[in-house]
T-cell receptor, first 109, second 114 residues
């Protein structure tokens, strides 16, 4: 069965520190991986997807098939990055998102 | 362009009752997915509708049912409510023609079952 694991419920860092939000998945095929973000009082929104290989708001994520991981990274955290982050996958050809439990990122001044 | 909207925002029901939640898709989107998000958890897929037909279902019992209308708006119906149905219900719309799998979420309906 497909599963997404985010081992940290809370990640607390100071402004300017590097951030790495961990995500591991289990899926035997070739999944598509995503990071969704939910800022306070806002709706869930797509942050980035692995096939785009882009950097959004300074965040990047690399799919490591060997380690079945898709960690989200940012070299210098900003206070406005404080939010709930969800890693998710879709099995190819089936538009059903499978989410992890989420990690709350708190960036302190 | 209008985003995904959901109604009502909040709802309180008692055990055994029935509830209907509504979702209006983003303009031009013909696919709607529903998710249940319990407190402290990530969203869980309930089902998806594409052009008024169910197009996939998660591990939810038959008392969770849905509809999609010709204008692509959608309803989620839950019968015989249980306490564990208390959650945030999210709908998300997408269009297979565009960057496929990008789902746009609504703000959610918070359901409390007493």
């Amino acid at each position: 069965a497909q599963r997404v694991t985010q081992p940290e419920k809370l990640l607390s860092v100071f402004k300017g520190a590097p951030v790495e939000l961990k995500c591991n998945y289990s899926y035997s095929g070739s999944p598509e991986l995503f990071w969704y973000v939910q800022y306070s009082r806002q709706r869930l929104q797509l942050l980035l997807r692995h096939i785009s290989r882009e950097s959004i708001k300074g965040f990047t994520a690399d799919l490591n098939k060997g380690e079945t991981s898709f960690h989200l990274k940012k070299p210098f955290a900003q206070e406005e990055d404080s939010a709930m982050y969800y890693c998710a996958l879709i099995r190819g050809g089936y538009n059903k998102l499978i989410f992890g439990a989420g990690t709350r990122l708190a960036v302190h001044p | 362009e209008t985003g995904v909207t959901q109604s009502p925002t909040h709802l309180i029901k008692t055990r055994g009752q029935q509830v209907t939640l509504r979702c209006s898709s983003q303009s031009g989107h013909n696919t709607v997915s529903w998710y249940q998000q319990a407190l402290g958890q990530g969203p869980q897929f309930i089902f998806q509708y594409y052009r008024e037909e169910e197009n996939g279902r998660g591990n939810f019992p038959p008392r969770f049912s849905g509809l999609q209308f010709p204008n692509y708006s959608s309803e989620l119906n839950v019968n015989a409510l249980e306490l564990d149905d208390s959650a945030l219900y999210l709908c998300a719309s997408s269009h297979p023609g565009e960057s496929t799998d990008t789902q746009y979420f609504g703000p959610g309906t918070r359901l409390t079952v007493l």
